[in-house]
């Protein structure tokens, strides 16, 4: 009897290319090309990430960098560089600026270690926990947590991560619960809600916002240069070149986009 390999078998005992069959070959042969490319990262060097949020207070930036430091002291491990964002934990990669490059940090220098104090501090979110430690095991290194809780390769360490991610989410759940009640209360006495945009600064009532003087004219400054035809990236470029201060550590296309997307310049200023 004729055996068809990778094919099926006509009537007439002819064998005929499966296209099922080849098309799963082929993409398991280049799933196992691309893991053999990825080059693990060097053990004793590490990229240092801190996250901190307005709505969690226990764990300052001060205390994760001391707890990151003193962890590379004691295991031997060199930094290799050091990166920070004030943001939720919840927050979708595409704002994770910071984290991003981060990770970008390892591949460039060859850093097998993103080291974060505590492994809340990746996120509040399991998925995107998931997701960030998928994005570290393709730039060779993995995560590692100052803590030591969930630290290691074994079935015990990745049940013990997956609990962890998922109480943090919990605990995420309950911050903004507790959050959506505080501010249903200042609605209710005529208190303002929410950040303050990019531009304005908040009046002395605690509730009218006033334009700012200086990011007024970093407003108008992009503006221009948007019409003088300039692409994104180029003011992006642009405005951390010149040390024009942004609301983070550093201007970010995105952060360009929103600025010409919903504010306008104003000509009543505040002064700071």
Known sequence: MRVCKN??????????????????KNRLNHNSRAAM???????????LFIRVSTEEQHLGPKAQKDAIERWCQFNGVSPVAT?????????????????????????????????VAKRDRLARDSM??????????????????????GNGTGPEAQLMRGMIDLFAQYERALIRSRTTAAMAVKRSKGERVGGIPFGYCMHN??????PHETEQETIQTIANL???????????????????????????????????????????????
């Open 226 to 272: 948007r019409n003088s035809g300039m692409t994104l990236k180029a003011i992006t470029e642009k405005l951390n070149s010149d040390g024009i201060p942004s609301r983070g550590s550093r201007w970010h296309v995105t952060s360009v986009v929103n600025v010409l997307q919903k504010f306008k310049p104003q000509n009543t200023r505040c002064s700071m």
């Open 7 to 24: 094919s099926v078998q006509e009537g007439n005992g002819s064998c005929i290319l499966n296209p099922l069959r080849v098309e799963s």
């Open 37 to 47: 490319k990825i080059s693990l990262g060097d053990s004793t060097k590490a990229v």
């Open 83 to 115: 990166f920070q964002e004030s943001i939720s934990g919840g927050a979708g990669l595409e704002h994770r600026h910071e984290l991003m490059a981060a990770i970008d940090c390892m591949k460039t220098s060859g850093a097998g270690i993103l080291l």
């Open 205 to 210: 009532d605690g509730v009218t916002l006033l």
């Open 128 to 149: 995107l926990a998931a997701m960030i430690e998928r994005l570290v095991e393709r730039a060779g290194g993995r995560v590692v947590s100052a803590d030591g809780v």
